[in-house]
């Protein structure tokens, strides 16, 4: 039986077969990805741009620009950074572009 992070305990490796054990298991026990005082962008797979094949990057308006995504329910909120400034952050709680990831 595959752990949460699809390392396999019989064989300690990352395979496939252990990683896709593993999404099941979340897909069955993590329902309701909307937890006290998180963002729905903490389960959304845009959350972290990437790269696809063609070298393009890939994520939503708010992780690849730092705009805010049109058509989400957020409220805006803004906290200290600990080296100076303002950091402008959202509290998503519905999105047109989510993805769960």
């Given amino acids: 039986m595959a752990e949460l992070f699809g390392r396999c305990k019989d ?4 395979c496939k077969k252990c990683d896709d054990i593993a999404k099941e298991y979340a897909r069955k026990h993590i329902n ?9 962008c903490w389960c959304c797979a845009k959350a972290v741009p990437k790269k696809n094949s063609r070298g393009e990057i890939e994520g939503c308006s708010w992780s690849v620009y730092n705009h805010p995504v049109p058509g989400w329910d957020a409220d ?9 400034g303002d950091v402008v952050t959202y509290m998503v709680h519905d999105c047109p572009e989510f993805e769960r990831g």
Avoid at 76 to 84: A, D, M, Q, S, W
């Fill in 76 to 84: 805006k909120g803004k906290f200290k950074h600990e080296y100076g």
């Fill in 11 to 14: 064989c300690k490796q990352h």
């Fill in 32 to 40: 309701n990805c909307k937890m006290v005082n998180t963002s729905l």
